[in-house]
């Protein structure tokens, strides 16, 4: 809950951008391509916006790339999202690795296959000492996933008398969230036109600023990356208090 202590008018750069990749699917569809064309391609868009946020100095960038209800898709999309990941993972890390970025995941990853799992351990353990800028993948994440799997292990630890029901609050609550120890995300940008957040981070987006953009994911740019980034400096984020309070303390 730091977002709640931060200084109220938005900085330029927002510490901590989280996306939602949407919109490969029709990119490829007004192009009359199959849609894992579009994920192909959404996959480039992926590596401009991480070196553009590096360049940037967002400290922390949360990508929605898999959702707990995506598994729904017919059988050959999902299976085809989950070589890009795998393709993705291997490519990538190097250049990740270089840059300072320290990779981490966030879903139900034993829904994976072993194979996806051990890249994905290897690539955290390969990244966990950088410190430039964190990279969240959220796969095989869900919002409401995150939240129950939180309060199953707070029941557990209650039952095994670790801790004391009586002093679970909103900090005790939040480290058992898969984003245990990241701050609240300072701005939520979709692209793909749809106004929703599809079960991505429902707790930890309370306070944060939302953007919408009408591009489909692998078209989103620098240029769009940064009017998001302007549209979010313009904003007073006010957390409950009044304006006017807001300006006395800034
Ligand atoms: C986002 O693009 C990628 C994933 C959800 C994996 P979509 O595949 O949802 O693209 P649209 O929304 O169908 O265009
Ligand atoms: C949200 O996009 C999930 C990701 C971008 C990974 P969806 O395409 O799954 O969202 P809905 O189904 O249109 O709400
Ligand atoms: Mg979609």
């Known amino acids: 809950m730091t977002a709640l202590t931060d200084t109220a008018t938005a900085r330029i750069v927002p510490r901590h951008v989280a996306i939602v990749m949407d919109g490969n699917g029709r990119w490829a569809k007004a192009r009359h391509l199959?849609?894992?064309?579009?994920?192909?391609?959404?996959?480039?868009?992926?590596?401009?916006?991480?070196?553009?946020?590096?360049?940037r100095g967002v400290e922390v960038l949360t990508l929605f790339?898999?959702?707990?209800?995506?598994?729904r898709r017919p059988t050959w999309e999902v299976g085809i999202l989950m070589e890009l990941f795998v393709?993705?993972?291997?490519?990538?890390?190097?250049?990740?690795?270089n840059r300072g970025v320290r990779l981490r995941f966030i879903g139900d990853r034993a829904a994976f296959s072993e194979r996806l799992q051990r890249q994905i351990a290897e690539a955290e353990a390969l990244t966990e000492a950088n410190t430039r800028m964190?990279?969240?993948?959220?796969?095989?994440?869900?919002?409401?996933?995150?939240?129950?799997?939180?309060?199953?292990?707070?029941?557990?630890?209650?039952?095994?008398?670790?801790?004391?029901?009586?002093?679970?609050d909103g900090a005790c609550f939040e480290q058992y969230l898969s984003t245990a120890g990241l701050p609240d995300p300072d701005l939520l940008i979709r692209t793909g036109g749809e106004k929703r957040i599809s079960n991505f981070l429902l707790w930890q987006l309370a306070y944060t600023e939302f953007f919408f953009s009408d591009s489909f994911w692998p078209?989103?740019?620098?240029?769009?990356?940064?009017?998001?980034?302007?549209?979010?400096?313009?904003?007073?984020?006010?957390?409950?208090?009044?304006?006017?309070?807001?300006?006395?303390?800034?």
Do not use: M
């Not at 995150?146 to 209650?158: G, H, N, P, S, T």
């Open 34 to 55: 199959p849609r894992p064309a579009g994920h192909w391609q959404g996959l480039n868009a992926t590596r401009r916006v991480v070196r553009l946020c590096h360049e």
């Open 87 to 97: 393709t993705a993972l291997k490519r990538e890390l190097t250049e990740l690795v």
């Open 219 to 250: 078209d989103f740019d620098a240029a769009e990356l940064d009017s998001a980034f302007e549209s979010y400096a313009a904003r007073q984020r006010r957390f409950g208090r009044t304006g006017d309070q807001v300006a006395s303390r800034a």
């Open 65 to 71: 790339a898999f959702s707990s209800e995506n598994w």
């Open 134 to 168: 964190q990279l969240v993948i959220a796969a095989s994440y869900g919002g409401r996933w995150d939240i129950v799997q939180a309060a199953q292990r707070i029941a557990e630890a209650a039952k095994a008398g670790q801790i004391d029901p009586a002093a679970v």
